[in-house]
C-alpha cells in the first residue's frame, strides 16, 4: 500500500480508509499496522476520526506520521465519526472500518478487484475473529457477527457489515448528504438501496475482529446499541405503536435471537464446539438486547449513541 506524501496529495488515492476509533490504545495500532502492510501498489490514504483523546492522537502521529487524524475532544458515536471521515476523504472508493479490527494484507486489493467485476456502489465482506480461547470473546462474536462469519455468500446482499465496508463515492455522489447525517449501517444501506444502488458481499474482503471483553462490559453495549437502533427505528411512531414494537422485544425477540445465533453457527461446524461452551452468554447478550429495544421503543434512543464502542 502507499500512504501519499505531502506533495502527492493534489492527487486523489484510489482508496481513502476511514477508521472509527473510539476504543483508544491499543486498538487502532494493530489496524494501522495491518494498513501499512499491505498488498500490492494502491495509492492510498488513511484516515482516523477519533473521540478517545490526545494519548491516542499522539501515538498514531509519531508512529504514522502520513495518517490523517481527525481529533474530536467530546465523547462522538460510531456514526458521526464514519461520517466525518467519509466527508474528508478524497479517494473515489472509500473504505470503512474500526479500531478494533484488523484487516488481511489483501484487503485493499480485494475490495479494488471486486468492486471493478461488479460494479456495486457498495462493497463488503466476511468477519473472522481473532485468535482467543476466551469464551466471552467468542459470544461477542455470535452475537454481533454470527449471520456474517466469514465465508459470506458472493453476491448481492441487504446486509453489508458496516465495519468491513467500501463506498464508490463517485457513483454515490447524490447520496453525499445521507452520508452525513451519520446513521447506522442498517439505516444507510436502506436508503442507498431504497435509491436504487446495488450492494454485494465477497468472501475475500476480510477482517478480523479482535477486541477483548468483559460480561458487564458488553452487557452495557449491547443494551445501548439496541436502545439506540430502537429510537431510531420508532423515531416519529406514535405512542401505541411504540408499545407494539416494545411489546414485541420483550416477548418473541429473545428466542428469535437465540434461534438465529444457532442457525448461523450450525452451518459452520468448525465453530459449534465453541458456540456451545458459550451458548450461556448468548442467551443473556440475547436478553441484554431486547431489554435496550424495549426501553429504546418506549422512550427513544437517549445518549446510547455515544456509549457505543
Not at 215 to 226: D, G, I, K, Q
Request: charge should be neutral; aromatic fraction near 10%.
Amino acid at each position: 500500500m502507499q500512504n501519499p506524501s505531502e506533495h502527492e496529495r493534489s492527487t486523489p488515492p484510489t482508496v481513502s480508509v476511514v477508521i472509527a476509533s473510539v476504543n483508544g490504545l491499543p486498538y487502532p495500532i494493530a489496524c494501522l499496522e495491518a494498513l501499512e502492510s499491505q498488498e500490492g501498489d494502491i495509492p492510498t490514504e488513511v484516515i482516523v476520526a477519533d473521540c478517545t483523546g490526545p494519548s491516542t492522537v499522539a501515538a498514531i502521529r509519531e508512529r504514522f506520521p502520513s495518517t490523517t487524524i481527525l481529533a474530536f475532544d467530546e465523547p462522538t458515536s460510531v456514526p458521526a465519526l464514519r461520517a466525518a471521515g467519509i466527508a474528508a476523504a478524497r479517494g473515489r472508493l472509500v473504505a470503512v472500518t474500526e479500531d478494533h479490527c484488523v484487516p488481511r494484507p489483501d484487503w485493499i486489493r480485494r475490495i479494488v478487484e471486486v468492486h471493478e467485476r461488479t460494479g456495486w456502489a457498495a462493497v463488503g465482506g466476511g468477519v473472522v475473529i481473532a485468535p482467543t480461547d476466551r469464551t466471552v470473546d467468542w459470544a461477542v462474536y455470535f452475537c454481533e457477527y454470527g449471520h456474517l462469519m466469514s465465508p459470506v455468500p458472493a453476491g448481492p446482499s441487504d446486509v453489508i457489515p458496516g465495519m468491513n465496508v467500501a463506498y464508490d463515492m463517485e457513483q454515490l455522489a447524490p447520496m453525499r448528504e445521507v452520508f452525513a447525517e451519520g446513521m447506522w449501517e442498517n439505516f444507510l444501506h436502506d436508503r442507498l438501496r431504497a435509491a436504487g444502488y446495488q450492494m454485494g458481499l465477497d468472501p475475500s474482503i476480510v477482517v478480523a475482529h479482535d477486541k477483548y471483553f468483559t460480561v458487564p462490559m458488553f452487557l452495557s453495549e449491547r443494551y445501548h446499541l439496541s436502545r439506540a437502533f430502537a429510537g431510531g427505528r420508532v423515531a416519529g411512531t406514535s405512542f401505541p405503536g411504540r408499545l407494539a414494537w416494545a411489546l414485541g422485544a420483550v416477548t418473541a425477540l429473545p428466542p428469535l435471537l437465540v434461534a438465529r445465533a444457532v442457525r448461523n453457527v450450525w452451518r459452520r461446524p468448525p465453530h459449534r464446539r465453541r458456540f456451545l461452551a458459550a451458548f450461556p452468554l448468548v442467551v443473556l447478550f440475547s436478553l441484554a438486547w431486547s431489554i435496550g429495544e424495549f426501553v429504546g421503543y418506549l422512550t427513544g434512543p437517549g445518549d446510547s449513541l455515544v456509549k457505543i464502542r
